[in-house]
């Protein structure tokens, strides 16, 4: 599962000062039980948005947050890393078999982390400043998975959630809150054509479920693979932009 890097601007220098100006790394699990990276807003304000970078299978913290120099300026920026550890620098939420031709979870493992998303949004009131009414998710692959689950069974810690190339379980249904309390919710959807992990049919399922539930997604289709591409970026970033206000 891959993520592309073709942006317009450059991760390089930009990257790096970028990171070594606003990131700090947490290393203490006092206050919150993931390990995470932080970019504080470019832009001070008292109780900025805060975004939740979850990334997928086998991948880890700075993965999605190579993204963090170009997100919205006036955003708090963490990127959590999956609670399961597959080998040096390979983390996940939680075990997939894909042996049997559609993806089979290890439903205790994702419940588990369902649980400690939860946590983990209201344990970083401890350490961060943000605005608790402006919590949004964005994940690829499993990190979309994820933040489908967190928002639907707590819509009241999570404003919004842009899910890239993910899936909504069917295990969690039964967990969702009332309809009524899903209303608000700001839901992306972006996914590849092209996906030979997660096919784009997954996109398209969620999207007509959220819309039984009330909830008026925004979804883009790309003739592409199980990836992230410029355009993609740019749609969920100008959500972000968008959904913040």
Do not use: C
């Not at 899903?182 to 399922?205: C, M, P, T, W």
Request: aromatic share 12%.
């Amino acid at each position: 599962m891959r993520i592309k890097k073709s942006f317009g601007i450059s991760f390089g220098i930009l990257a790096l000062l970028t990171i070594f100006s606003f990131t700090i790394m947490n290393t203490n699990t006092e206050n919150t039980k993931l390990f995470y990276l932080v970019r504080q807003p470019k832009i001070k304000t008292t109780k900025p948005p805060l975004v939740i970078l979850l990334h997928g299978v086998g991948g880890n913290e700075q993965n999605l947050f190579s993204f963090a120099p170009a997100l919205p300026d006036n955003f708090v920026v963490v990127s959590a890393r999956g609670p399961l550890t597959f080998g040096a620098g390979s983390y996940a939420w939680f075990q997939v078999d894909f042996s049997g031709g559609k993806p089979q979870i290890n439903e205790k493992q994702a419940e588990s982390s369902r649980l400690l998303l939860i946590d983990f949004i209201e344990d970083l009131k401890k350490e961060i400043d943000f605005d608790p009414e402006k919590v949004f998710l964005m994940g690829f692959s499993q990190g979309g998975i994820m933040s489908y689950s967190t928002a639907l069974t707590a819509p009241e810690k999570v404003k919004g959630i842009a899910v890239m190339s993910g899936r909504l379980l069917p295990e969690i249904k039964p967990f969702e809150a009332k309809t009524s309390k899903l209303e608000k919710l700001k839901v992306f959807i972006s996914h590849g054509k092209q996906d030979a992990v997660l096919n784009h049919q997954y996109a398209v399922d969620a999207f007509e479920y959220l819309t039984t539930k009330n909830i008026k997604p925004e979804f883009h289709s790309y003739e592409e693979g199980h990836t992230v591409n410029q355009q993609m970026f740019n749609d969920v970033n100008e959500w972000l932009k968008a959904k913040s206000n």
